[in-house]
């Protein structure tokens, strides 16, 4: 006896007034390269009274057995009907589909070819606005494995993914009823928690999320701050109660702080008049009291700490003060003083107590750092010369110091270095608003000469990567060099000969260039056969040999 095997894919389509939407959105499930016969569409009309209801039953004459459609009274939000799918659901991955929103041909077969490969409880498929904005960052690469306490994840709670249907059952998953918006938040948060492995797919363009042009979609309504806050406050109390303290809870709770709560306090507060801005961080201030720890704080930009203060604080004018300077692109020259730099906020003063918990960005702009670029890249016998510019951002060059950093590929990380001359460059200092960066000492040359680089004796053999290492006003921040290439460079590597100090007479051959990513130093010593014929004949004969020793 044959027992029939369950779809691959559940497709849970709630609708509600979708058309003529729901045509195009119905089209694009059937183009899908998975196949018809390894889906199963679960389409719930929500009391639809536009003809909605009507060409979901025609779509499922079309193609019996493969398409359920149930019909029910308005229940006033997607919870209800995703629901009811969700009871009818009998696949091995589920997927939501909006009724006015289209999946990309090649969407679920590369869902599912993800989520086989690594055993994927959810996969993620990288997102298309049409007409409206969506995460971009999350999907700049495939993922097998992502960490959810990290990066953007937790981000993107929308309902567009494909979950294991057997997670959602185990855990008794389903959408809050009583929240008409942002109720796919509490699901898409407990299905990540309860799942062991979360992949992403970024190389394809999977959903195209549609903006109506009716305004019929939900979510194209404005939502007030009490709505936002009440919200926000039943996810962080869903999250410290499926999490241990620690860094993941840290990590979901910033979300929420950060979106329901921080970012609503944009033009629209500096506009409002004196009372209703006390309203609002009125409103804001017991929450950002609870939310707002230690632990959150320091994962929060400069202008997102200053917001999170003032509304524990109920500052109301010194926030309005905060959100505009931000608005404005954060003017002010930072500040550079023990080795810290610091933002210039109209709030707080530079002496006042909290300035320096609250405005130091020294790792904002250590990690934009150095800022640089290679221009020349050369052989003079054992001397590599390099030259080009590279300086902090936002840090004044005045007392600036260059290195030049051969660090070792693998072994023991052994590291070199070698100061760059600085030369003057005043056609670098740059202005921003009102405030100008003195990077009038940016411009470097380096010879550095192999032969003594390592503390008076020569460069052993080996892989190194070369790299820049800035300091300046006591901060210092070091960069890569693969991708600070001029066009002028050669991004092919070619041998050079060197010869250099130490045991026997042999020649070592080097060869600089981009890698992986990084410009790798890569010093070898030359086969005897090369070195003798180098010494006899000279270099262009050797290279003959070398390619008849298939020396690598």
């Known amino acids: 006896m044959n027992v029939p095997r369950p779809p691959r894919v559940s497709l849970v389509v709630p609708v509600y007034n979708a058309m003529p939407y729901l045509e195009q959105t119905l089209a694009s499930v059937a183009q899908q390269t998975i196949g018809m016969d390894a889906l199963e569409v679960v389409a719930v009309d929500d009391g639809s009274t536009d003809g909605s209801g009507k060409v979901l039953d025609e779509w499922a004459k079309r193609y019996p057995g493969q398409v359920k459609v149930i019909h029910q009274e308005a229940s006033g ?8 799918g969700l009871d009818h659901a009998e696949g091995t991955y589920v997927f939501f589909l909006d009724g006015d929103d289209c999946l990309g041909p090649e969407a679920l077969e590369r869902l ?15 997102l298309v606005g049409v007409n409206r904005r969506v995460p971009k960052q999350v999907f ?18 929308m309902p567009f993914k494909l979950f294991r249907r057997e997670v959602i059952e185990k855990n008794g998953l389903r959408f809050p009823e009583h929240m008409r918006i942002s109720e796919d938040q509490h699901f898409v948060a407990r299905a990540y928690l309860h799942s062991t492995v979360i992949s992403v797919v970024g190389d394809y363009a999977c959903y195209y999320v549609v903006k109506r042009g009716d305004d019929g979609n939900i979510t194209a309504h404005g939502i007030d701050l009490d709505v936002s806050l009440r919200q926000a406050a039943e996810m962080v109390e869903l999250v410290t109660g499926l999490t241990e303290p620690g860094p993941l809870r840290d990590h979901l709770v910033c979300r929420h702080v950060r979106v329901e709560m921080l970012r609503r306090f944009d033009a629209e507060f500096v506009a409002a008049d004196a009372s209703e801005r006390a309203a609002l961080v009125e409103l804001a201030r017991p929450y950002a009291r609870e939310w707002v720890t230690p632990a959150v704080l320091a994962k929060l930009s400069v202008a997102e700490r200053l917001v999170a203060h003032c509304l524990r604080e109920g500052l109301v004018e010194e926030l309005a003060e905060v959100v505009a300077w931000d608005l404005a692109g954060r003017p002010g020259k930072t500040l550079v003083r023990g080795g810290r730099v610091y933002a210039a906020p109209p709030f707080p003063s530079a002496d006042s107590p909290e300035y320096e918990r609250l405005c130091d960005i020294t790792a904002a702009t250590v990690g934009a750092s150095p800022r640089r670029w290679v221009d020349r890249l050369a052989w003079k016998g054992t001397v590599l010369d390099l030259s080009g510019y590279a300086y902090l951002d936002q840090v004044d060059t005045d007392d600036l110091v260059t290195e030049v950093v051969f660090r070792e590929k693998g072994g023991d990380g052994r590291e070199f270095s070698a100061r ?4 003057p460059s005043p056609h670098l200092t740059v202005s921003r608003g009102k405030e100008t960066y003195d990077y009038g000492r940016a411009r470097f040359r380096a010879s550095v000469d192999l032969a003594t680089l390592a503390d008076g004796a020569a460069l052993p053999n080996g892989d190194w990567h070369v790299s820049l290492r800035c300091t300046a006003h006591g901060v210092t921040a070091h960069g890569g060099l693969g991708a600070a290439l001029s066009g002028r460079i050669s991004r092919r590597a070619d041998e050079h000969a060197l010869s ?3 045991k026997g007479k042999r020649l ?7 890698r992986e990513g990084q410009l790798v130093l890569r010093l070898r010593a030359a086969p005897a056969a090369v070195s003798a014929y180098a010494v006899s004949f000279g270099w262009k004969a050797a290279r003959a040999v070398r390619a008849r020793v298939h020396w690598k």
């Open 140 to 157: 700049a690469k495939n993922v097998d494995k992502a960490d959810l306490s990290k990066g953007d994840i937790y981000y993107t709670l």
């Open 500 to 502: 250099l100090p130490g």
């Open 420 to 423: 760059a001359e600085q030369v």
């Open 508 to 514: 070592r051959t080097a060869r600089v260039g981009p």
């Open 112 to 126: 599912v070819a993800m989520a086989e490969k690594n055993d994927s409880d959810i996969v993620l498929g990288k």
């Open 77 to 84: 939000g997607p919870s209800r009907p995703r629901n009811v």
